[in-house]
């Protein structure tokens, strides 16, 4: 089976001994390397609706995975995760987070972003209405962060405890964590319009972090970019995730802006980006 085929990986990073050096719980039964892996191994079956078909928990190859003769019922994964705490987490993805910067996966920029995680019970009168944007729609669901390293893929930080009235704060939580996991200092952050407030923004600025973030289209905004004369603007290639850059075919306009916060100025540049066109 293909998810074998992560076992070398797992071994040669040395993500076994983490998990069994971590706090998560275990039994006599299972011990929590086999635990962990039960959860890896399901999550990488792409079984959809755990509990509506439980064949795959007789599936041998997924059980030889997690070093078992077939993986636990799907009650067994309930009750177990809800023995987990956010600190137990959190330190593990510390943990994960220093292996990753002695391998070279991170570098100095992260890029944020907020999804929501649909809740299909009956009682969801303790969650929050969240957009999510493969629904097109609001929905009440779990508000998660989710951190990525651009150019290795991989996901260095999450949390799915965000709630509405805390949500603008999760870019210093985050920040804490990185300093925290002593991972190369951080100097660029990539994220979505309503991230965050303009005093985190100042925040990032004290602390020499530049960001690169979208802003709602201001009449006001585009029509002073829009006088920008020609001349003042260029051509610009944007590199794109599948390696190959996009040119803006368009003069591109950047817009020096300040204003001030707690009598402290910020000084940013804004610019608006016309529809990009492939080139090879």
Not at 39 to 64: E, H
Not at 228 to 233: A, N, Y
Request: hydrophobic share 40%.
């Amino acid at each position: 089976m293909g998810v074998l085929c992560l076992l070398p990986y797992i071994q040669e990073l040395g993500i076994d001994r983490l998990i069994e050096e971590s706090e998560y719980p275990e039994t006599k039964t299972i011990p929590k390397l086999n635990a962990l892996l039960s959860l890896v191994a399901l999550k990488l079956s792409n079984v959809r609706r755990y509990t509506a078909d439980d064949l795959w928990c007789m599936d041998r190859g997924l059980g030889l995975f997690a070093g078992l003769n077939v993986l636990p019922k799907a009650a067994w994964y309930t009750s177990y995760s809800h023995r987990f705490t956010r600190n137990t987490n959190l330190n593990f993805l510390k943990s994960l987070a220093q292996i990753w910067s002695e391998k070279g996966f991170l570098s100095d920029t992260a890029n944020l972003d907020f999804t929501s995680i649909p809740y299909w019970g009956e009682d969801d009168s303790h969650l929050e209405n969240n957009w999510s944007g493969t629904r097109r729609k609001a929905m009440k669901s779990l508000l998660a962060i989710l951190a990525h390293a651009p150019e290795s893929g991989i996901i260095t930080y999450g949390d799915s405890s965000v709630r509405h009235q805390n949500k603008e704060r999760v870019v210093l939580e985050f920040l804490d964590f990185y300093k925290e996991a002593g991972g190369e200092e951080l100097k660029y952050l990539v994220f979505d319009s309503k991230f965050t407030t303009y005093q985190n923004l100042a925040n990032l600025d004290d602390a020499g972090i530049k960001f690169l973030t979208i802003r709602r289209r201001g009449k006001n905004i585009v029509a002073r970019i829009n006088a920008i004369p020609d001349s003042e603007k260029r051509k610009v290639r944007v590199p794109a995730g599948d390696g190959q850059k996009r040119l803006l075919t368009k003069p591109f306009g950047i817009l020096d802006c300040r204003f001030w916060i707690e009598n402290k100025p910020l000084s940013f540049k804004q610019g608006k980006i016309p529809n990009p066109k492939s080139k090879i």
